[in-house]
């Protein structure tokens, strides 16, 4: 087995993620990322209880959601907490759906007047929306229900936090609370050799303890590396198919462009190379082992394309 050359894990691999806020011994760690992240508008959270992550539809028919991390504090406000590797088409629309979960188990079978528990879907993303690119100061983004001619919230128990962490790129001497140093350890922890004195607080010493992969048990250290493993081969073949498909695309848009007219062919072009780097994308997550289900997610298309497109 090929070891990690790292000191420390990185939290954006599914073993790292888990280690680090989704054991009962380390709960401690989720407790204050929450309590940073929600401080000016949900109080102190004083406890946690993790709930069960797989969740059924209505019916055996219905689809089922299965989140990373699902828990309830002590006044049994429901919090999911999402890590996501990779662009996905429509990942927006899978967290309003994942919210209504916690939403529907809250019905109760006898006299209820619908007073609801609050729900927090925190989404910690290892990529940028596209439709965000263009400001690159902002990556967090707190989403209610508000009235768009006033701006004022509607609803205030139905909350989304996205945070973009490719657009966090402060150094260590530019963090000014804990919330940025929560977001600075999340962003570089595998990428350093030792905790920075700015970071020498009990909290970031625990932190920094639990994800020294040196600490790691046989079967930890076979688990992490393959969920390491699992992660560069998605972001390599992301980022080769995306880079591939960037070039074959605009070399298809020249050369149409002087058939038919440069607009046309530019247009031609994107929409060949979308199709290539979407090719790409399942030729190579095939090769990392990724489900159909997985690769449909990742490029937008139906199963029945997918498996169309890995059969040509």
């Known amino acids: 087995m090929e070891e990690s050359a790292d000191r420390y894990l990185n939290p954006f691999t599914d073993f790292g993620f888990k280690k680090l806020f989704g054991e009962e011994p380390n709960k401690e760690l989720l407790l204050d990322f929450l309590n940073e992240l929600l401080a000016e508008q949900e109080g102190p959270i004083k406890s946690l209880t993790?709930?069960?992550?797989?969740?059924?539809?209505?019916?055996?028919l219905d689809r089922r959601a299965?989140?990373?991390l699902y828990c309830e504090n002590e006044r049994g406000e429901k919090f999911i907490v999402e890590l996501q590797k990779s662009k996905q088409n429509f990942f927006k629309d899978r967290t309003l759906y994942y919210a209504t979960?916690?939403?529907?188990?809250?019905?109760?079978?006898?006299?209820?007047?619908?007073?609801?528990?609050?729900?927090?879907t925190i989404a910690i993303l290892d990529f940028v929306f596209d439709e965000d690119r263009a400001d690159r100061s902002k990556?967090?983004?707190?989403v209610k229900l508000t009235d768009i001619e006033t701006c004022k919230v509607f609803y205030d128990k139905l909350t989304f936090i996205y945070l973009e962490m490719p657009k966090f790129l402060k150094t260590v001497d530019e963090l000014t609370n804990r919330f940025d140093k929560w977001l600075y350890v999340l962003r570089n922890m595998n990428r350093l050799n030792r905790v920075p004195e700015k970071l020498r607080e009990q909290i970031f010493e625990r932190l920094f303890e639990v994800a020294e992969i040196a600490r790691f048990s046989q079967s930890e250290l076979q688990s992490y590396e393959d969920s390491l493993k699992?992660?560069?081969d998605l972001k390599n073949s992301l980022d080769t198919a995306k880079e591939e498909g960037r070039l074959e695309g605009r070399e298809e848009g020249r050369l149409e462009g002087r058939e038919e007219g440069r607009l046309e062919g530019r247009e031609e072009g994107e929409k060949a190379g979308a199709l290539r780097e979407k090719t790409e994308i399942i030729r190579r997550g095939k090769e990392a082992?990724?489900?159909?289900?997985?690769?449909?997610s990742l490029t937008g298309l139906t199963l029945a394309e997918v498996n169309e497109l890995i059969n040509t």
């Open 50 to 60: 993790y709930l069960k992550s797989e969740h059924m539809g209505a019916d055996a």
């Open 66 to 68: 299965i989140f990373d």
């Open 101 to 120: 979960f916690p939403i529907r188990e809250q019905a109760k079978r006898t006299d209820w007047n619908y007073e609801l528990k609050a729900v927090y």
């Open 139 to 142: 990556y967090r983004y707190d």
């Open 230 to 232: 699992y992660y560069r």
């Open 289 to 296: 082992g990724l489900s159909v289900e997985t690769l449909a």
